[in-house]
């Protein structure tokens, strides 16, 4: 830093000292200043603010909230742009129903029953998947824009302002030992960093139509939202309506216990004369070696990922963040989220 811009240094410090200790007034700012400054405040305020609670309203969870603000660029790492990136809830619960329905039988009512609805909420995943990325393409980025775009710009030149009136106000009160063509140049500088401010205040007051305009993208999402997801669910209650005339007509069977068969003392013994055991399968992973086990069916949507079945043992090779793992299975490697697994031994740090 140069000797001058020391010295503007000592001189804004010396002049805030002097109004915030000694109580020296400084020069005021005109009230239609101060109005503009509170209205861009509030707007500025309220920008940031819905920005948290839109993200907080889409995703409640908040390891799922963090995986929305990266959206980006999980889609850069898994090479596509129309998936959010994350299991939905509707989709997790789906996949349980599925699972169990068919672990009951279709031809039971409550098996058939709970695959209807398993199927509703995988299309309701996907409809919630659908919103997220509108909302986020065209209210929540617009908006991050205007936050690190004119909010900034605002902020930059209200600080930059307020230096130069400290300036100003030291280099006056001492009027008469510095020379006055610095005392007026000090005053022009002020000036034109408060029509800068001002300039940038006026501009982000006057991005309202855009800010409405987005606004109402938001609204017309969560319409088309719940239109889908209103279809889906009348579907699925007229399904189940069905289900539960089948299984009224349907006459009840009677219970009849089968004959008790007596119980043999004899020991069944192998020939080799031990008992004989089931075999053993052997661990799909090394001891000691990190691992995880599947908790769902995973399938691969984009390259890059690896599909696995609920059951399956996966070794882990790293932690992509989070939210995401790298493993290796039958062979191949690949990328997969960490809430379709449980960790049986875990990476060491």
Known sequence: MS?????????????????????????????DFKELERKADVTSKAVMDVIGKTSEYLQPNPASRAKLTMLNTVSKIRGQVNSPGYPQPEGLLGESMNKYGRDIGEDNSFGGALMDVGEAMKRLAEVKDSLDIDVKQNFIDPLQAVAERDIKDIQHHLKKMEGRRLDYDYRK??????PDEEIRQALEKFHESKEMAESSMHNLLETDVEQVSQLSAFVESLLQY?????????????????????????????????????????DQE????????????????????????????????????????????????????ENWFEGRLRGQ???????????????SH
Do not use: W
């Open 226 to 266: 719940h239109r889908q997801a209103t279809e889906i669910l009348e579907e699925v209650t007229e399904r189940l309506r069905e289900r539960v005339n089948e299984a009224q007509s349907r006459p009840k069977r009677e219970f009849k216990p089968k004959p008790r068969q007596s119980f043999d003392y004899g």
């Open 270 to 321: 192998h020939p080799n004369g031990g008992y004989s055991a089931g075999h053993v399968s052997p661990p799909a992973y090394a001891p000691g070696e990190p691992c995880c086990k599947a908790l769902y069916d995973f399938e691969p949507e984009n390259e890059g990922e690896l599909g696995f079945h609920e059951g399956e043992i996966i070794t882990l090779v790293r932690q992509i963040d």
């Open 333 to 347: 490697s690949g990328y997969f989220p960490n809430n379709y697994v449980e960790v049986i031994v875990p990476l």
């Open 3 to 31: 000797v001058a811009g020391l010295k503007k240094q000592f001189f804004k410090a010396s002049q805030m000292m002097s109004e915030k200790v000694g109580g020296a007034e400084g020069t005021k700012l005109d009230e």
């Open 173 to 178: 009160k001492r009027q008469g030992k510095i």
